[in-house]
């Protein structure tokens, strides 16, 4: 059973860095593509960030390109979110995600989801 758990999310001032982890059980994270989506209410959840596989592939929205880094550590089979000069308009809930294939799926056609971690940017 595939499980992924979300962790790192808190209260923080506009500016300030974050990093989430996600703990993945039951897959590899070398094995297939794993993305960071957030969500905020009564919006729809939007990728944040991605990973191919082999770690080659890369995807970062533009509001975060250069602030936020995407990354595994395939020993502990974690991914993670490096977050630098967070915003207010960052706040979100932030959910980890896997894929079923080894490439970056379009959209939100990820297999597996987190419970999601609340990330609150105050001003």
């Known amino acids: 059973q595939v499980r992924l758990v979300e962790s790192g999310g808190g209260l923080v001032q506009a500016g300030d860095s974050l990093t989430l982890s996600c703990e993945v059980a039951g897959m590899p994270v070398s094995g297939y593509a794993m993305g960071w989506f957030r969500q905020t209410p009564g919006k729809e959840r939007e990728l944040v960030a991605s990973?191919?596989?082999?770690?080659?592939?890369?995807f970062y929205r533009d509001s975060v390109k250069g602030r936020f880094t995407i990354d595994r550590d395939i020993e502990k089979n974690a991914l993670h979110l490096q977050m630098n000069n967070l915003k207010t308009e960052d706040t979100a809930v932030y959910y980890c995600?896997?894929?079923?294939?080894?490439?970056?799926?379009?959209?939100?056609?990820?297999?597996?989801w987190g419970q999601g971690t609340q990330v609150t940017v105050s001003s």
């Open positions: 995600a896997a894929a079923g294939t080894r490439f970056i799926p379009a959209g939100n056609r990820y297999d597996h």
């Open positions: 990973i191919t596989w082999s770690g080659n592939g890369l």
